[in-house]
Structures are given as structure tokens and as C-alpha cells.
């Protein structure tokens, strides 16, 4: 089994819709990710999240939110979809053990359309 | 603030030939480089890293980076490439003082020719 999953793995919604992106993960990894990706602009981080009390604001928070139910669970919300947040979105963890490396575990991606 | 810069959006090479993708980073200290790879329809997977050491890295599948300070580069290298290569390859760089979190360049599209 996958070690970081995402449900749904694609949606399609329409504007004005509140939508709700889960992530799980087994790593047992305190430090959880939210980026999305959009064709030639890579990866943005959205929200991160180092323990269940301490949730940040990433570079492009605007528009969505997020929960941290457990440690294992991270939850992406866009309250009020709109067509400019068709993307992919990733989820991701880090061991605090790893986390001065940064190097992350990513989910296999959830695919959105706005319409 | 740290920065990463991929050149080349689409690189294109025939099986069996080797191949480079450019990485450029910006960061006042030593960085903690990473190369992802995204195959079609999955998430990223971690290639190589680099935080300290020897400046050639090895990595899985492979590949290798080499981390040239004075260039501020870290090159992804393969001598023959796969067709199971092509895919969209991502260099990362992180800072201790940034919190765990990760800057990722836009990315570059490698195609396969057989």
C-alpha cells in the first residue's frame, strides 16, 4: 500500500462549490505538505502543517483552507471553487528527523477541474 | 529568500545517449539540493539529495548531480538513457533556516526518442 494517499484522485466541480481534498499517510511523519502544480510554473506550497497544533500559511494560501484531524490526516477545503484553481494537487510528508534535509514523500496527486 | 532556476522547459534525447538537465539555485549558504522525478500521472519521487559532502552525488535509477558551489549549480546527469526515463524531472532547494519547506524550479519535460 501506498505510504501518502489522496482521495479523490480526480474531480471535476463547479465555480462556487466547496471542495475537500484528504490526504493520508502511514510514514508516521509529523510535517505535512499541500502544493499544487500547474503546467511550467513546478510546484506551490499552499499550506504546511509541522504537528497537528502548528498549521502555515504557504506562498499561495489565498482561496483555500486546511485541517489537521491527526497526524496522519491533512485535508485541503477550497470553500468557494473557482476556475483558476483547476490544478493538480499534491499532498506531502516529512520526518522531523529528515526535515533540516527537506526532503519530502509525495502523494500520488489529485486532479481538479473548476468549470 | 532561496530560488531555483531550471533552464530548459523540454529537453528531447534518443535512447541510448546521455544525457544533462541544468539546475541553478540562489541561497547565501550551502543549500540541500534535490532532484524529483514525476513520472506521467504519478507524484514525485525523490532521485537524489545532496546537504554536505562529496559533491557527486548517486542516485537511484542511474542518475547522479554534482554540486558546483562556484557555479551555483547542480546538474542531473545520466551516461545512456532509458525510454522509461521520459518523464518531468524537478530540482529543489531547501534551508535549514526555512523551516522544512522546499522551493521547486518549474520543471523540465525530458522526451525519450527511440
Known amino acids: 500500500d501506498a505510504d501518502v494517499t489522496q482521495t479523490p484522485r480526480n474531480r471535476i466541480t463547479k465555480t462556487g462549490k466547496r471542495i475537500m481534498l484528504e490526504c493520508s499517510q502511514t510514514?508516521?511523519?509529523?510535517?505535512m505538505y499541500w502544493y499544487r502544480q500547474d503546467p511550467g510554473l513546478g510546484l506551490r506550497l499552499i499550506y504546511y502543517s509541522f504537528d497537528v497544533k502548528d498549521i502555515n500559511k504557504g506562498e499561495i494560501s489565498d482561496g483555500y483552507s486546511v485541517s489537521r484531524q491527526a497526524q496522519a490526516k491533512f485535508s485541503l477545503s477550497l470553500e468557494s471553487a473557482i476556475p483558476n484553481q483547476t490544478a493538480l494537487y499534491f499532498c506531502?510528508?516529512?520526518?522531523?528527523?529528515?526535515?533540516?534535509?527537506?526532503?519530502?514523500?509525495f502523494g500520488p496527486g489529485t486532479r481538479l477541474t473548476v468549470l | 529568500a532561496q530560488s531555483v532556476t531550471q533552464p530548459d522547459i523540454h529537453i528531447t534525447v534518443s535512447e541510448g545517449a546521455s544525457l544533462e538537465l541544468r539546475c541553478n539555485y540562489s541561497?547565501?549558504?550551502?543549500?540541500?539540493l534535490f532532484w524529483y522525478v514525476q513520472s506521467p500521472g504519478q507524484g514525485l519521487q525523490l532521485l537524489l539529495k545532496?546537504?554536505?559532502?562529496?559533491?557527486l552525488v548517486q542516485g537511484i535509477k542511474g542518475f547522479e548531480a554534482e554540486f558546483k558551489r562556484s557555479q551555483s549549480s547542480f546538474n542531473l546527469r545520466k551516461p545512456s538513457v532509458h525510454w522509461s526515463d521520459a518523464a518531468e524531472y524537478f530540482c529543489?532547494?531547501?534551508?535549514?533556516?526555512?523551516?522544512?519547506?522546499?522551493?521547486f524550479g518549474d520543471g523540465t519535460t525530458l522526451t525519450v526518442k527511440p
Open positions: 541561497y547565501g549558504a550551502t543549500p540541500y
Open positions: 506531502a510528508t516529512s520526518d522531523p528527523g529528515l526535515a533540516d534535509l527537506n526532503e519530502q514523500f
Open positions: 529543489a532547494v531547501g534551508a535549514p533556516t526555512n523551516a522544512g519547506k522546499s522551493t
Open positions: 545532496y546537504f554536505s559532502g562529496d559533491t
Open positions: 510514514k508516521g511523519h509529523d510535517r
